[in-house]
């Protein structure tokens, strides 16, 4: 059966060190994989997009890893800051299909 | 900065009642697509919506729900004889491309 998972222990770090989540899934063929921000009780934030045949993304602090060999996604926050703790969310969209698939995602605590 | 508008963002009906739960897209977009999310659970794809009809949908999306883009800007999901199981957020997000998907702020649907 197809899954997508993430870490379901949050991830607790020091402002200014590096974030890194996974996302490994299981009878996928993602055309794209995303990652957005969900706050409580709120709706996700779309923040990066990788395509299958790309390794890697960034934008400003934040950057993606694509390994479709080993079926994953590492999602990096470099200088975090307390402000970035939130929950995580890895998204796959399949080739040829119009749904996107989330993952149960990774709650993040940044403290100061 | 435009953005997804969902109303309401609160609803509380009784069981067996129809709901609409309305939302007004990224004008220039061309995907739209309605999620739910079970309080403490992951974001679950309900359909997809492309070209004036629908794309996809899932095994949850069954003839309890239906979706209409009545106009230019609204994309609404309606829900007959709500459940108990039925409460949840409901969010609404569009696409320009199919892509990245832009989420609205969620109507939170309570059945009591």
């Known amino acids: 059966s197809q899954k997508i998972e993430q870490n379901s222990e949050a991830l607790n770090i020091q402002e200014g060190k590096t974030a890194t989540l996974t996302c490994n899934y299981t009878?996928?063929?993602?055309?794209?994989l995303q990652w957005y921000r969900q706050d409580p009780g709120r709706g996700p934030v779309f923040l990066l997009l990788?395509?299958?045949?790309?390794k890697e993304k960034r934008k400003e602090r934040l950057k993606v890893t694509f390994d479709t060999t080993l079926k994953q996604s590492l999602f990096h926050i470099t200088a975090s800051q307390p402000a970035d703790s939130a929950t995580y969310l890895c998204?796959?969209?399949?080739?040829?299909?119009?749904?996107?698939?989330f993952g149960a995602g990774t709650r993040l605590f940044v403290k100061a | 900065e435009p953005e997804v508008t969902q109303t309401p963002s609160h609803q509380v009906t009784q069981m067996g009642q129809e709901v609409i739960l309305r939302c007004v897209p990224i004008?220039?977009?061309?995907?739209f697509y309605w999620y739910r999310q079970i309080l403490g659970q992951k974001v679950e794809f309900l359909v997809s919506?492309?070209?004036?009809?629908?794309?996809?949908k899932s095994e949850i999306f069954d003839d309890q729900f239906s979706v209409e883009r009545p106009d230019g800007s609204n994309f609404t999901l309606k829900i007959r004889s709500t459940k108990l199981e039925d409460s949840a957020m409901y969010f609404c997000?569009?696409?320009?491309?199919?892509?990245?998907?832009?989420f609205g702020q969620g109507t939170r649907l309570t059945v009591v």
């Open positions: 997000a569009s696409s320009p491309q199919g892509n990245e998907a832009f």
């Open positions: 009878n996928y063929s993602p055309a794209y």
């Open positions: 990788i395509r299958e045949n790309e």
């Open positions: 998204a796959l969209r399949n080739t040829g299909g119009f749904k996107t698939i």
């Open positions: 004008s220039n977009h061309l995907y």
């Open positions: 919506f492309y070209n004036n009809e629908i794309s996809e």
